[in-house]
């Protein structure tokens, strides 16, 4: 049975390796999905089911020009991109080439935590880091490998090393090769974003750290402050987009 007529949106944030799809209403998710491919028969289906009103995508790919047409036609849509009016100051000195997903999740951050200095630690298959003042300006960040990555380029790239899936529970010193590599990975990146972490909250005091992604449980469970996980961070920064045009349009 369908929902009831009212206002929502469609939200559709495109990573490099799936698509996140959350349908919201009056700011919450009232359906979600994650699809490898996503195509024109997934997203009928769900417009048959709810009644859209307005549709955006952020993608790290390139824009499928087919689906983009398909949902203009039936709704009010968006492309994110760098001229997408935002409720923030983005201070990002070459906003064209900014990844649309970490202009999401700030944004999607500064909604969820107000007048707050907010450390965004996105970590899929790169790991981002993205500081947002309690002013509202985004000041940029820093981009390096996600583990998976990392463990991917240490095998690529020698001659010995073997390819090793990334798992919690290694000790720092690692007693053999297999350990010693999991140490690098795990143990560095982690360290690596409490480096970030301690920058952040030395330059501007009180900071909140908010952890999404992929490898969002595993930091949750070693990054050592305290945390707040957002899995779906960036899809609520996409649905504050949309309203933020709604309401700058009226």
Same mark, same amino acid.
């Given at each position: ?159 010995? &090393?073997?390819? =090793?899936?990334?798992?919690?529970? *290694?000790?720092?010193?690692? $007693?053999?090769?297999?350990? #010693? /590599? ?24 009180? &900071?909140?750290? =908010?952890?999404?992604?992929?490898? *969002?449980?595993?930091?949750? $469970?070693?990054?050592?402050? #305290? /945390? ?23």
């Amino acid at each position: 049975m369908s929902p009831a007529s009212s206002h929502m949106n469609l939200c559709i944030d495109i990573g490099n390796t799936r698509a996140k799809i959350a349908v919201f209403q009056d700011g919450k998710i009232i359906y979600y999905e994650e699809r490898k491919n996503l195509g024109v028969r997934a997203l009928g289906k769900i417009l048959r089911e709810f009644p859209i009103e307005a549709s955006i995508i952020s993608s790290t790919r390139h824009q499928d020009e087919k689906v983009c047409a398909w949902l203009e036609e039936r709704t009010e849509f968006e492309w994110l991109d760098h001229q997408t009016p935002v409720p923030i100051v983005n201070l990002y000195q070459t906003p064209k080439t900014l990844g649309k997903d970490r202009l999401a999740g700030v944004v999607g951050v500064q909604a969820e935590f107000p007048d707050k200095n907010c450390l965004l630690i996105d970590a899929g298959t790169c790991i981002t880091v993205d500081f947002l003042d309690e002013s509202g300006n985004y000041h940029g960040g820093s981009i390096s490998p996600g583990l998976h990555l990392r463990s991917r380029a240490l095998h690529n790239f020698t001659k010995k &090393l073997p390819l =090793i899936q990334p798992e919690a529970g *290694t000790p720092v010193e690692g $007693k053999t090769t297999r350990e #010693a /590599i999991l140490s690098g990975i795990m143990h560095g990146t982690t360290l690596e974003l409490e480096g970030f972490i301690r920058h952040y909250k030395k330059q501007f005091g009180s &900071l909140k750290v =908010i952890v999404t992604g992929g490898d *969002t449980t595993f930091f949750e $469970k070693h990054i050592k402050t #305290a /945390i707040f996980a957002r899995p779906k961070i960036v899809l609520f920064g996409l649905n504050q987009i949309l309203d933020f045009k709604s309401l700058s349009t009226r």
